[in-house]
């Protein structure tokens, strides 16, 4: 198949017609252009991307429903977004309640679907979806072909308002729906799609969907490529993905799964001897980042299980029961459910509500691991030995935590030796600046301004933390000074409320070396403070590497191509006029004034804000990066070894 050939639909039985009698509508269009946030949660590129998810959440529904096996995601040329199906087509006759059609309907009314109670979708995951409407209301154009009935229906929208009836444009043999749409760059920050995080989620739904057949495809110029992707085994082959970068401790994945009513849960999952633990769960195929009942009951059924099991065959004393989170260690594991009147909490769907599916996941956790352990009993004492050892750990990581309370309790007489504090209490006004080296952590503090900015210079590499468990951070002699400087605590204990500063900037030569550090600090923060991250709090300081002079004028350039750009600026019409350009060599080579100046001055500074966009590729990443496998390292290097065109920067 060509790259810009999109998955042609296929026919489907004619008995299960899905018509307009299957669409109700619940409320109008108005407020979505006035406060996009409110229904893709942002306009920055999570929002953008979000509109294709909720193209692409109408086909799994097709496919949920039994009637779409194949889904094509495409990035057109002029960067805009393709998303075709071979499910049985949006319904295209006149929808009762309005009198318009039926595709009319669902592209331009809040909430009308098949999705609320009309029998179109039995499971779904759009209860509290925002659907094609939304994305229509938020698209500067958007067209719909609708292959059905043996006809091509076409509409065309521009900013949710119809720019184009409803036409019959040609005959088909086969059925499906097919939406292009242009994000309005009045609405979002950025409009640049990346196929990497389209990519990644359509991977996620492949998995999800045994079976089902999804494609992406990139044709814009330079950047062309594609992928398809169909997975047989499911959550399976999921928990498989997940660990490639780790070391399995037993073979094969252990899968359960099983029925209520017209409720189905599936649990798949492997340890391997890293120490975090990784779970995603999904209801209706979104992911629920935030867990809900089907979380809690694998949780509370795991423990349960291998506290019986090690109690039964003598590896656990009465007493001496395992915690959840010793359980959990190096744990993966994909909870996927599929239920009838999904209740989320919240319109981002982060957490599934429904008391029945605790019960029902809880269940088939219960009857069916202790069965996989009566049966597989090296396997299960593996699992046993390494929540034990998990146990012990975690016992040495809270004499530790305690050690670090007490001395807290002095208060400022606490604080690091190195740490250079700000007067301002008020978290909200204040930023630590997390430095590489005491010669730059010198210039930073007589550079800085002292009513708001802390400095905490860090010496020597720091421990990796993703290979080593929780009780060696704590008495990590480069760790325990931003532990206790930022003054929230690690891990489980990590209290976002009491940080001392809102701003957590690492400061490090724009150098290999500085990158290396910049990845260990992120590594530590991603695993042991993820919450600094997830809400903004983590910044990345950007020096600039070259200074150029003529005469009065000054400007600094972050990059080669910007440093030509601005030589030539300065020359203006005489190509021979002299301009210095002076290479900044680190950041303890700079005096006060250059470091104030260039790198921590609130009006003239670069920072760059850590974000967690997709918190799944980032996992993934920081185990390939930092985790003990040299191999997916190595591959990942080979691959992007492309991109590394300027290693200073």
């Known amino acids: 198949m060509a790259d810009n050939e999109l998955l042609r639909p296929t026919a489907v039985d004619a008995a299960n017609d899905y018509n307009a009698s299957e669409i109700q509508v619940l409320e109008g269009l108005e407020a979505v252009r006035k406060r996009p946030g409110m229904y893709i949660g942002s306009t920055s590129s999570s ?14 529904d097709e496919a949920l429903a039994g009637y779409c096996t194949q889904i094509t995601v495409q990035i057109n040329p002029n960067n805009t977004i393709t998303v075709v199906d071979n499910g049985r087509g949006i319904p295209v006759d006149i929808q009762a ?59 065309k929208f521009s900013r949710g308002h119809i720019t184009q009836e409803m036409t019959v444009t040609g005959t088909t043999d086969h059925t499906g729906t097919t939406v292009t749409f242009k994000p309005d760059p009045e609405m979002f920050e950025d409009t640049v799609y990346s196929y990497d995080i389209l990519h990644t989620r359509m991977r996620e739904e492949a998995f999800l969907n045994a ?18 992707m169909c997975y047989e085994g499911g959550i399976r082959e999921f928990v498989t993905f997940l660990n490639k970068s780790k070391d399995a401790l037993h073979a094969g994945v252990i899968y359960m799964n099983g029925t209520k009513g017209d409720s189905y849960a599936e649990v798949a999952l492997q340890y391997n001897d890293g120490y975090q633990e990784n779970i995603l769960s999904f209801a209706n195929n979104v992911h629920t980042p935030e867990g809900g009942m089907h979380e809690t009951g694998f949780k509370a059924a795991l423990t349960r299980v291998l506290n019986a099991y090690g109690l039964k065959v003598g590896l656990i004393k009465e007493g001496d029961k395992v915690s959840g989170e010793d359980c959990r260690e190096g744990l993966t ?12 909490e919240g319109q981002t769907k982060a957490k599934l509500g429904n008391a029945s599916m605790r019960t029902l996941v809880d269940s088939i956790v219960s009857d069916k691991l202790m069965q996989f352990l009566d049966e597989n009993p090296a396997v299960a004492r593996t699992i046993l030995d390494k929540a034990m050892m998990a146990n012990r750990a975690r016992e040495a990581a809270r004499k530790a935590r305690e050690s670090i309370r007490r001395k807290s309790a002095l208060g400022g007489a606490a604080m690091p030796d190195k740490l250079r504090d700000c007067n301002e209490n008020n978290p909200e006004l204040t930023e630590l600046y997390i430095v590489e080296g005491d010669s730059a952590g010198g210039s930073a503090t007589q550079g800085r301004d002292s009513r708001f900015q802390a400095i905490l210079p860090l010496w020597g590499k720091m421990l990796n933390v993703e290979k080593v468990r929780a009780d060696k951070i704590y008495g990590n002699d480069k ?55 997830e809400n903004g709090y983590v910044y990345a ?44 060599k680190g950041l303890g080579e700079m005096n006060p004034h250059e470091l104030w100046e260039t790198t921590m001055d609130p009006e003239r500074r670069t920072l760059k804000r850590i974000t967690l966009e997709d918190a799944l590729l980032a996992d993934e990443t920081f185990t390939i990066l930092m985790g003990e496998k040299v191999e997916p390292r190595k591959e990942f290097i080979e691959q992007n070894a492309q991109y590394a065109v300027n290693l200073d920067f």
């Open 211 to 228: 079976g089902l057949r999804i494609r992406t495809v990139d044709l814009r110029e330079g950047q062309e490529q594609s992928d398809e």
């Open 97 to 155: 309640q309005t009198g318009r059609p039926a595709l009319e309907v669902v592209f331009t009314v809040l909430h009308a679907g098949g999705k609320f109670g009309g029998g179109g979708y039995k499971v779904s995951g759009g209860l509290h979806g925002v659907g094609a409407s939304v994305v229509n209301a938020l698209s500067e154009w958007l067209t719909v072909q609708v292959h059905k009935d043996g006809k091509i229906y076409e509409m």
């Open 541 to 584: 300081a950007v020096p600039p590497l070259f200074k150029l002079t003529r005469g009065k004028t000054t400007r600094l350039a972050f990059s080669e191509d910007e440093r030509d750009a601005y030589s030539a600026e300065l020359r203006g019409d005489n190509p021979n006029a002299k301009v210095d350009i002076s290479r900044f």
């Open 47 to 60: 929002g953008l991307h979000h509109l294709v998810y909720e193209i692409v959440d109408n086909s799994i």
């Open 333 to 344: 594991a994909v909870i996927s459910v599929k239920l009838t009147d999904a209740q989320f």
């Open 479 to 533: 760790l325990q000074p931003v532990i206790v400087a930022l003054g929230a605590g690690l891990g489980e204990d990590f209290d976002v409320n009491k940080l001392r500063y809102h701003k957590v900037i690492i400061m490090a030569d724009a150098d290999v070396d500085g990158s290396h550090i910049r990845t260990l600090l992120l590594t530590f923060f991603f695993r042991y403070m993820r919450p600094l991250i």
